[in-house]
Antibody, heavy 120, light 107 residues
Framework: EVQLVESGGGLVKPGGSLRLSCAAS????????MNWVRQAPGKGLEWVSS????????YYSDSMKGRFTISRDNGKNSLYLQMNSLRAEDTAVYYC?????????????WGQGTTVTVSS | DIQMTQSPSSLSASVGDRVTITCRAS??????LNWYQQKPGKAPELLIY???SLQSGVPSRFSGSGSGTDFTLTISSLQPEDFATYYC?????????FGQGTKVEIK
């Protein structure tokens, strides 16, 4: 079964840091572009970041550039998001999503999400 | 950055209705346009990729069209399980922006 499972969410104070993880199974993780997408409470989807299959290319949304770092470990079938200098507006459900057939084919596999709350 | 604008933001429809949602890009994105469905408390699911290709397992009542800057998602005969929020997303260039969403509600 193709599966993505996120972890690492929680409550953090403004200015704090958090590292999200996403464990992949059921497909050849190392072959595919991976993404992070977030959704603030009651709001729409917001693309956060993506990383190429061999980590050659990483892209970020402007509002997260310099604060968030995406990475992956293909040997562990895992994706990560290091989040620093967190703000209240970073409060959201964070999803990892894979584009198994290439970016042009959309993100076809999603995790269930992990919740990040930034509050004092 | 490419801006994606969906319309309407919400709509009310009845079971059996034909529903059309539009998505406009701020610049040409060829056919690098995807559609997702999201139900409350659930992760999004891919419906349509490359503007008009139906994702495996998605019912044929869903269809997509368009190229360049203007795109359409059509549900030919709305079913009870289709009441959800729909998002377009461009995969032409990063940041890979989403539209603001269209909520389809029961009339």
């Amino acid at each position: 079964e193709v599966q993505l499972v996120e972890s690492g969410g929680g409550l953090v104070k403004p200015g704090g840091s958090l590292r999200l993880s996403c464990a992949a199974s059921g497909f050849t993780f190392s072959n595919f572009v991976m993404n992070w997408v977030r959704q603030a409470p009651g709001k729409g989807l917001e693309w956060v970041s993506s990383i190429s299959s061999s980590s050659n290319y990483m892209y970020y949304s402007d509002s997260m550039k310099g604060r968030f770092t995406i990475s992956r470990d293909n040997g562990k079938n895992s994706l990560y998001l290091q989040m620093n200098s967190l703000r209240a507006e970073d409060t959201a459900v964070y999803y990892c999503a894979g584009a198994r057939f290439g970016e042009a084919h959309g993100m076809d596999v999603w995790g269930q999400g992990t919740t990040v709350t930034v509050s004092s | 950055d490419i801006q994606m604008t969906q319309s309407p933001s919400s709509l009310s429809a009845s079971v059996g209705d034909r529903v059309t949602i539009t998505c406009r890009a701020s610049q040409s994105i060829s056919t690098y346009l995807n559609w997702y469905q999201q139900k409350p408390g659930k992760a999004p699911e891919l419906l349509i990729y490359a503007a008009s290709s139906l994702q495996s397992g998605v019912p044929s009542r869903f269809s997509g069209s368009g190229s360049g800057t203007d795109f359409t998602l059509t549900i030919s005969s709305l079913q009870p399980e289709d009441f959800a929020t729909y998002y377009c997303q461009q995969s032409y260039s990063p940041p890979r922006t989403f539209g603001q969403g269209t909520k389809v509600e029961i009339k």
